[in-house]
């Protein structure tokens, strides 16, 4: 009897940690899907390809489709128990330390080109042209790979080569081998917190400023500016958030296991899956010339593809109707 319950108990287990895994699947592959949709559309259309937001836009989508499949992989290996060679578990952790920056930098500079377009209107075509929207997106990777390389180089700094040929579970918590490192990455993430939250409070109150004055089709713009506004620092705050997770987590890996594991599934679901789910979103559904451009590209190729099946249809009718 005592054995049927610690059977039935170890199923569950196995059982609960499948269906979890399954749901976390589901929801990557969903977001991936509608980034792929969006990214194409914005490949498609050329009027996009010159247009600072839509440009920035397109940058998020990759950033975020980019760290979501590293994110979902190691979060597969650490729940199975999976190792790797270290080498390899590093290479992943500097993709992963830098795309997970790429997203909220690209967001404040996305605050940035709204606060421009709604309180400086007769410059945005000059600051936000194509040319200065490339130098923008040089200008985000630079500063997304500060914390990078600030988190990393102490651990480079103080580890033998024989390291990177050991096997093991990755994740960032690997590489904070003393505490003052956990504290560095902890003080780095709450400078560009301070930062982005000064950019965006900043551009919210100049914004809402310009909407109380305007009025008819001005005051509708700058009502959707501040909306926009408000929904990137809902999203940014959410991405920063995860940052201060590692030392709650660590916090409850030596209080108790099981609910470190059930804290990090939820964490990575509510602060790592839903902000990156804003994106599309943002300027995705609720933008109605991205809406149109969607609709216009996935309709054409629709109608095409109902054409096709009619047209295989009605021939195959004219065999059969002919060898009768």
Not at 82 to 95: E, K, P, R, S, V
Not at 198 to 215: E, P
């Amino acid at each position: 009897m005592e054995d049927n319950n610690s059977l039935v108990g170890c199923q569950f287990l196995i059982r609960q940690i499948t269906y979890d895994s399954m749901i976390v699947q589901v929801l990557v592959f969903v977001f991936i899907c509608i980034n792929l949709l969006l990214i194409v559309t914005f490949f498609k259309k050329d009027c996009f390809h010159t247009t600072a937001r839509y440009i920035l836009f397109a940058l998020t989508l990759l950033a975020d489709s980019f760290l979501l499949l590293i994110s979902d992989a190691l979060l597969i290996m650490i729940y199975y128990r999976i190792a790797m060679q270290m080498w390899l578990c590093i290479i992943i952790t500097i993709f992963t330390l830098f795309y997970f920056f790429v997203t909220p930098v690209t967001l404040t500079a996305m605050t940035l080109e709204r606060y421009v377009a709604n309180c400086m209107p007769l410059h945005h075509g000059a600051l936000c042209s194509t040319r200065r929207t490339m130098h923008c997106i040089l200008l985000i990777h630079i500063i997304s790979s500060f914390p990078c390389i600030v988190i990393l180089s102490p651990f480079f700094a103080s580890i033998p080569d024989s390291f990177f040929r050991k096997c093991g579970f990755c994740s960032v918590e690997t590489f904070m081998l003393q505490r003052w490192h956990e504290h560095l990455r902890s003080a780095i993430s709450q400078f560009y917190f301070l930062i982005m939250c000064i950019v965006i409070v900043f551009c919210y109150v100049k914004i809402m400023k310009v909407a109380k004055a305007a009025s008819g089709e001005n005051k509708k713009s700058t009502g959707k500016g501040v909306r926009t506004v408000v929904l990137h620092a809902f999203q940014i705050l959410l991405c920063l958030i995860q940052l201060w997770f590692p030392i709650i987590e660590k916090a409850v890996l030596h209080i108790d296991g099981r609910l470190f594991q059930q804290l990090r599934y939820v964490n990575y679901i509510i602060f790592s899956l839903f902000p990156r789910c804003l994106s599309p979103l943002v300027y995705g559904l609720r933008d109605e010339t991205f809406l149109h451009a969607l609709k216009s590209v996935f309709g054409y190729y629709y109608h095409k593809n109902t054409k096709q099946q009619i047209k295989i249809i009605i021939l195959h009718r004219k065999r059969s109707h002919l060898m009768q």
